[in-house]
């Protein structure tokens, strides 16, 4: 069964501290990776999108990797900010249409 | 949020009622999509519609209705058959016909409440 699974599920950290998100996936065939932020209440908005060729992706201080081999990626962010409080999710393109979801991780970054 | 439009932000249903969601998108898109969204799970495709006038059962599709009359637009219907309606409807939209391929950009959501 394709699957996307991230972790940790939950994390607390202090305002300007770095962070490291995990996404583990078993899609196949595999399009494309890609994380979104989602605010409470709100539409998920795209970070970044990786696709087979790609080890690394920035976007300000988001920085996402990718590893193919071991379908694993993760999303790093740099001094955090209190904005960055959020669900974060590892979405995997599954072939040409389907699109396979994580649960998300819910970061709160503390004052 | 970018060129797409939910509403309402907060619908409340009775038992039995059908009640219809809105999504307009001006980004000139061709594809739309209907995601539900519950906690602790991620997002389940309802429907997609690649072009006017067609649409396809996503994975979840019981108990909703779509329609594709206009380019910009693509109304979710939740009918009284959907049994367990209360969640967080996303509504998004990608250039071309692939939602794998091309960036889906999704709308501000709206949270259905049955009561």
């Known amino acids: 069964k394709n699957q996307v699974e991230q972790s940790p599920q939950s994390l607390i950290i202090l305002e300007g501290k770095n962070c490291t998100l995990q996404c583990n996936y078993t899609v196949s065939p595999f399009s494309n990776l890609r994380w979104y932020k989602q605010d409470t209440g709100r539409g998920p908005v795209s970070l970044t999108i990786m696709t087979f060729s790609e080890n690394t992706k920035s976007n300000g201080r988001y920085t996402a990797t990718l590893d193919a081999d071991t379908k694993q990626s993760s999303l790093h962010i740099t001094a955090s900010q209190l904005s960055d409080s959020a669900s974060y999710i590892c979405v995997v393109s599954e072939g040409f249409q389907k699109l396979v979801f994580g649960t998300g991780t819910r970061l709160l970054v503390s004052p | 949020d970018g060129g797409i439009t939910q509403s309402p932000k907060y619908l409340f249903r009775k038992e039995g009622q059908n009640v219809t969601l809105s999504c307009e998108q001006n980004?000139?898109?061709?594809?739309m999509y209907w995601y539900r969204q519950d906690p602790g799970q991620g997002l389940r495709l309802i429907y997609y519609s690649q072009i006017v006038n067609d649409f396809q059962k996503g994975d979840i599709a019981e108990g909703y209705s779509v329609s594709r009359e206009k380019k910009e637009s693509f109304p979710l219907t939740v009918t009284s058959a959907q049994k367990n309606p209360t969640a967080f409807y996303l509504c998004a939209s990608s250039m071309g016909t692939s939602g794998a391929y091309n960036e889906q950009f999704f709308g501000p959501g709206t949270r259905l409440t049955v009561l």
């Open positions: 980004l000139n898109h061709d594809a």
